[in-house]
């Protein structure tokens, strides 16, 4: 039904991102700031968690892309994320906004409702994140969807044609859609779910992917791709999900944009 | 002197837990979170960390058990820790206490000890932190004891018989009572106490036993018998801490009932 | 140039952190607590994160060294800092300060200014944040340096002298000095700057080393061979940046004093 996104796309993507090495600032949940910081260092990107009130502004204003998520927020971290916003708005840096689970409770779902106002460049979240932020009742447990990524693609693209946001659906297969196309990424493995990180860290991997992207559509599926692709080696390769890890971070760093595209997996 | 906790009632209680798979709410400590959640994931239960005054009260309610960890304690969480207990003991959902050094620093001394008048399902703690909880001059340096675990069997007794939690005071051997009955878990490896977090992750494991739990004791010395066997194992196949981390959260997800029933360790 | 700093000398100070195993309190930023943990339990010290104003006082006071890394800085965590280095003066306990990211963001340039003035026992940092607090335009890229460390040997001596810290400049070479003597440290491998924390970490090292130390140069580029010797076998040993991390923890607690006397690397 959704045509299969194009390793070849994914590859020239994936070397324009490592071209650039973008510096990007992360205001990401407290669990997984570690694995996220190595998963874009593996990728060749730079990442940076400036978090004070005093220091967004300036720092989202020099850097090449900018993530905000919501998992750990509290009323301190909200602030600093308005302020990060705004400013990054303002310099012309995209964001990129991981609503972690919206729906499942109010305070967050409000702050997630209030930056879609804001003209987030992409949003990636599970399907009951996106049906919740879509307006539908979304359902989830926790942290974790209670639906399949195939049951929100319209949400998702409803989404995307609201907001002006590339919308990527993760799951089992991941869709990716500016409300007109809309790829599939059909990689990964179930062992990722059972890492903590592994969600948020393919956000900043979106996000990383967006900067000064021309085809932001293609760079959003290429950062899921990537992440799909890795995933799927490292499940090959580990023992569980503590070898995953090490991995999946291994083969992020050697995944070449040559074995992209020769590649038939 | 205690009789050793049968490895067959451990198998059920795993059992129990992966067919349930338990949300479970953690109020931790800042170091530990990933790891933390990475052992409830692999073990097969579901972790999130919501920490906001906002959402903490609307979130223990949902959840099968909490953990409260004070290990970097400070007013916010504090605070936060006060609302999701209490929404916790009015949904009738069991919590545990990590009293992390207690006993060494005041602030969390003071905190510990009001929080034993709310009635927690559980208290997972070395030999220092149990002995300052149950009265006596506990020692401890730092996050450490300074004590063998069998010098705080009594100290747990008494404090099992206090508050109504079953208390696991861990260490060398581990003891688990509930004040009249008390097991002993002889597993594990010295090699855990130099990678930071096994001992919080274990109260997140307890935490994640008590989950609707039928026998709360059996279901504490569970979560002690399954960290100590996949710990001993762990150390048997790495060459280190740092590959001790990654072996012992694939030991935690590899192993099944049927194994702990049949295996003689 | 600069004389290469012994290997006999690094055994001499590994010996005596391992045989004190000393408390180190860490006042360090949130993406690296993790792994700075495990690198001082893997070396053989005990480290503990308080972070509380109600609690850095007094734990600063019980230390054998206190670390104060501006990575994340926010106002509570800079009024934590304030007081632990008052106390930590006090009590007559060493304290070192990593300028994470000094010379880019105003804040945390402030906030390391300021803590220049209060008698800091070591400064570890990149060129481009040694170069920005010895008052030259720096540079700097997010956390990472724009500069090489050869570049900022000299603005660290002015550092070392005007301060009276041991002065840790470290890059592809690491340049130790307190002003009068500058020993270089030419281990390590680049693929430790695609590992998140692996220079916090060494700041915690190096802070570890200080306790206790009768010769504060000596100890600190001790901490800097040990970290890049066991940088350079992970990254022997490694299939990359997820494995490294592993590998150096393995390396760091598999490494002997007899081995650092013996080896020629």
């Given at each position: 039904?959704?045509?299969?996104?194009?390793?070849?796309?994914?590859?020239?993507?994936?070397?324009?991102?490592?071209?650039?090495?973008?510096?990007?600032?992360l205001?990401t949940?407290?669990?997984?700031?570690?694995?996220?910081?190595?998963?874009?260092l593996?990728?060749?990107?730079?990442?940076?968690?400036?978090?004070?009130?005093?220091?967004?502004?300036?720092?989202?204003?020099?850097?090449?892309?900018?993530?905000?998520?919501v998992?750990?927020?509290?009323?301190?971290?909200?602030?600093?994320?308005?302020?990060?916003?705004?400013?990054?708005?303002?310099?012309?840096?995209?964001?990129?906004?991981?609503?972690?689970?919206a729906?499942?409770?109010?305070?967050?779902?409000?702050?997630?409702?209030?930056?879609?106002?804001c003209g987030?460049?992409?949003?990636?979240?599970?399907?009951?994140?996106?049906?919740?932020?879509?307006?539908n009742a979304?359902?989830?447990?926790?942290?974790?969807?209670?639906?399949?990524s195939?049951?929100?693609?319209?949400a998702?693209?409803?989404?995307?044609?609201?907001?002006?946001a590339?919308?990527?659906?993760?799951?089992?297969t991941?869709?990716?859609?500016d409300?007109?196309?809309?790829?599939?990424t059909?990689?990964?493995?179930?062992?990722?779910?059972?890492?903590?990180?592994?969600?948020?860290?393919l956000?900043?991997?979106?996000a990383?992917?967006?900067?000064?992207a021309p085809?932001?559509?293609?760079?959003?599926?290429?950062?899921?791709?990537?992440?799909?692709?890795?995933?799927?080696?490292?499940?090959?390769?580990?023992?569980?999900?503590?070898?995953?890890?090490?991995?999946?971070?291994?083969?992020?760093?050697?995944?070449?944009?040559?074995?992209?595209?020769?590649?038939?997996v």
């Amino acid at each position: 039904m959704f045509a299969t996104f194009r390793q070849e796309t994914a590859a020239g993507e994936l070397a324009r991102l490592r071209a650039a090495g973008p510096l990007v600032h992360l205001l990401t949940n407290e669990v997984v700031q570690e694995i996220t910081a190595n998963v874009l260092l593996a990728v060749g990107a730079s990442p940076a968690m400036i978090v004070a009130e005093e220091e967004v502004e300036a720092f989202a204003a020099l850097s090449g892309a900018l993530l905000v998520n919501v998992g750990t927020l509290y009323p301190a971290r909200l602030a600093a994320m308005r302020r990060a916003v705004a400013a990054a708005n303002r310099a012309g840096v995209p964001w990129t906004l991981d609503p972690v689970a919206a729906g499942v409770l109010d305070y967050r779902t409000q702050a997630c409702r209030e930056f879609l106002h804001c003209g987030p460049a992409a949003i990636r979240g599970n399907a009951s994140e996106i049906l919740a932020l879509a307006g539908n009742a979304g359902g989830g447990r926790g942290v974790d969807s209670t639906a399949g990524s195939t049951a929100a693609v319209e949400a998702a693209e409803r989404l995307a044609r609201a907001t002006g946001a590339v919308v990527a659906v993760t799951g089992e297969t991941d869709f990716i859609t500016d409300g007109r196309t809309t790829w599939a990424t059909p990689w990964g493995d179930p062992l990722m779910t059972r890492v903590v990180g592994t969600g948020c860290a393919l956000s900043a991997l979106v996000a990383a992917f967006t900067a000064g992207a021309p085809d932001r559509l293609g760079a959003v599926a290429a950062a899921c791709a990537v992440a799909g692709l890795c995933g799927a080696r490292a499940a090959a390769a580990c023992r569980g999900p503590g070898s995953f890890k090490a991995a999946f971070l291994d083969a992020l760093y050697a995944l070449s944009p040559e074995e992209l595209r020769g590649e038939s997996v």
